[in-house]
């Protein structure tokens, strides 16, 4: 046999026992526990309806029983388990109990996804010291809160897998969302640290940056100043096909990304392409956003007068320009 042949067959060999040995590191769903935060809509209840088709036994939990009602209604239609508990992730004791009560009935949490969060859209001008407290109670707190109450519980079995939904904000932070930027950008800081410090335990830490998704989470976003403008941008914007990615694909993504031990993951082209460019042009970006910022809606109103993203309709949205986002708001109860 020729050498080069010979070094075809090694290498070939080489890269089958790689992938033999890859194969043998990826998470199997099936029987695992896995504990979602706002888990009731949007992309908790996408990410909720995979893991459970996947055969994981999916805890979900958020501050409204109604929505979470609804919510295992729909995943235990389609055949999966779910268990729902009303918790306010920003309430430690709550979060406290919430792991307790989890543990004590299934022994374990093996997979925790910090998932909720509350996004505010209108001018800097506008918001209140209340609004960043509220964004880094829920976006940051809420998920300090979980993850240091389950950690115990990772480290004495050696094993888990905790992942925080961070957002393209926590990378480049836009105009007229900024105490949600700032909260993603903390978030994603304590995200990172937290993976290089888990290491010696044997826990996964996978930080995820999405961009815009169709969850049809504009419906419950808080709009201050011009209310029904700020909700038509956001809302045009977020859900449109070239700038925007479905929620069932990104829940795919993020599963896929966890599961193979990755420690981070960017959702979308756009956020790729923004994240890159801030980090070759930051100067080139920071000008951009200058701009965006002028053309977007002027200050209007009281500061900390604030309505829902469904109190905020326009003639412009919802309409035709959102379609998709309301096909998303519609099967991801967001209504």
């Known amino acids: ?21 890859e194969s043998r590191k990826i998470l199997q769903l099936k029987g695992k526990i896995v504990l979602i935060t706002g888990g009731s809509r949007g992309l908790g209840l996408v990410l909720a309806r995979q893991l459970s088709k996947q055969g994981a036994d999916v805890i979900i939990c958020a501050r409204q029983q109604d929505t979470l009602d609804k919510a295992v209604d729909q995943v235990s239609a389609l055949g999966g ?47 209140r010291t209340e609004e960043y407290q509220e964004a880094l109670d829920i976006n940051l707190w809420g998920a300090i809160h979980t993850t240091l109450a389950v950690l115990p519980h990772m480290r004495t079995r050696k094993q888990g897998h905790i992942v925080n939904i961070t957002s393209i904000g ?45 969850t049809g989470s504009h419906h419950h976003i808080e709009v201050f100043g011009d209310k029904s403008k700020e909700f038509s941008w956001f809302s045009i914007l977020g859900t449109h096909p070239l700038l925007s990615v479905r929620a069932e694909k990104a829940a795919s993504i ?61 003639q412009v949205a919802p309409s035709i320009l959102t379609v998709l986002g309301e096909k998303a708001a519609l099967s991801n109860n967001q209504l």
């Open 254 to 314: 993020i599963i896929n990304a966890f599961c193979r031990g990755k420690n981070e993951v960017i959702i979308s082209v756009p956020a790729k392409i923004a994240i890159k460019l801030k980090a070759m042009c930051p100067g080139l970006i920071s000008n951009t956003l200058s701009a965006i910022n002028y053309l977007l809606p002027s200050a209007k109103g009281p500061k900390g007068d604030k309505s829902k993203g469904y109190e905020s309709h326009s």
């Open 170 to 214: 926590a990378k480049v932070s836009v105009p007229h969302l900024l105490p949600y930027s700032v909260s993603k950008f903390a978030m994603a800081g304590f995200s990172e640290g937290l993976n290089a410090s888990l290491k010696e335990d044997n826990v996964q830490v996978t930080t995820v940056y999405p961009g815009l998704m169709r």
């Open 1 to 21: 046999m020729k050498r080069g042949n010979i070094g075809i067959l090694i290498a070939t060999a080489a890269y089958l026992t790689y992938k033999v040995i």
């Open 81 to 127: 388990k779910i268990t729902a508990f009303q918790c306010d992730v920003s309430n430690k004791a709550a979060v406290e109990k919430l792991i307790d009560e989890v543990t004590a009935k299934h022994g374990k949490i093996d997979v925790l996804i910090n998932n909720a969060g509350v996004i505010q859209v209108g001018p800097e001008r506008l918001m």
